[in-house]
């Protein structure tokens, strides 16, 4: 079952500011994610666990994209919420996820 990909504009901007042909390849997984089963894919997809629970993260290169599988009107979403390099993405997306608790 075919899904619909929906970057948020953080995703996006991360993605544009890449060189041509990574910005390439981090656009085709991307898009790849909606024939995703839901099932781990090591080491591409894998499910996140304690604080980001009930998101995925999709591996491209040194890059992670974190997304979350929603239903809208009876279709399959998925929505990327954010991108960045492996070495700071979680961290950051765990801050912007703290921020919209406490605001």
Known sequence: M?????????????VNSKAPEPRRTLGREIKKVAGWTGRENPPLIR???DNLSGCARLR?????VI???DFERGQRVIKCLHAGPRSAVYESFQEILLDDLTT
């Open 2 to 14: 075919k899904s619909k990909v929906v970057w948020s504009p953080q995703v996006q901007k991360y």
């Open 67 to 69: 997304f979350r599988e």
């Open 47 to 49: 499910h996140l666990e």
């Open 60 to 64: 491209v290169a040194r890059d992670r």
